[in-house]
């Protein structure tokens, strides 16, 4: 994969480029947000690391205007240890995924790894739909009512395993084994903020919502309410 790394911890962004290096990534780095930004918006790596605290611009601006502008990178952000708010609102902004400092170089390009494995679980069908939302599962374009929905890898990874069996409800703890490839210790959170930012692009605006939370068990999509 070809990786930026945005980290202005100059010695920690050097060990990050060298181990991802090892496993055959291209992988080069810059310390802070406004060069880095500019870099991904040109350069569209496969994948970010982002470090919040950046000079510059910090990390959830660049974030943010990343999405905005729709840019297709997987985003995983790093947050100082504690900084539950922090990483709440990196995953709120469009990240994919996130890592507490400090962390195990081993983890990190494990889970940088498992965030380039494109979608989350293989198909036989290329088309998915669900009333009037469609999901083009090879080109990853999903649509509703005919009008363009831009997600994240990630959101479209929660989505495509919703869509691929409607009905079905998944509990939290699943979609967060199957898509984030994490035991369910991790974060049920994080699914409960991918599930609202799918909701605010999937639902708003259509009198039929398609994406339901089934109190205490789960998520499903489906027509009925
Ligand atoms: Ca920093």
Redesign the pocket.
């Known amino acids: 994969m070809r990786i930026l790394v945005l ?3 100059r010695q920690l962004a050097r060990h990050i480029t060298q181990a991802l290096t090892r496993h055959g990534h291209a992988a080069t780095a810059l310390f802070d947000g406004i060069e880095g930004l500019k870099s991904a918006l040109e350069q569209t790596p496969d994948l970010i690391v982002l ?4 000079p510059g611009r910090d990390g959830l601006s660049v974030l943010a205007e990343l999405r905005d502008r729709g840019s297709s990178s997987r985003v995983l952000i790093l947050t100082a240890r504690g900084e539950v708010e922090q990483r709440v609102k990196g995953l709120k902004a469009g990240a994919d995924d996130y890592m507490a400092k400090p962390f195990s170089m081993d983890e990190l390009v494990a889970r940088i790894e498992a965030l380039g494995r494109r979608g989350a679980t293989p198909t036989a069908v290329d088309l998915l739909e669900v009333a009037d939302l469609h999901m083009d599962v090879h080109h990853r374009r999903v649509s509703r009512g005919g009008r363009p929905i831009a997600l994240s890898p990630r959101e479209f990874d929660v989505l495509q395993l919703l869509m691929q069996e409607p009905g079905r409800v998944f509990s939290r703890t699943e979609l967060c084994e199957r898509v984030w490839q994490r035991d369910h210790e991790y974060d049920t959170r994080t699914v409960e903020i991918f599930i609202t930012r799918l909701r605010k692009k999937v639902d708003s605006g259509f009198p039929l919502p398609l994406i339901h939370t089934i109190r205490s068990v789960g998520y499903t999509v489906r027509t009925q309410p």
């Open positions: 980290e202005d911890e470090d919040l605290g950046l």
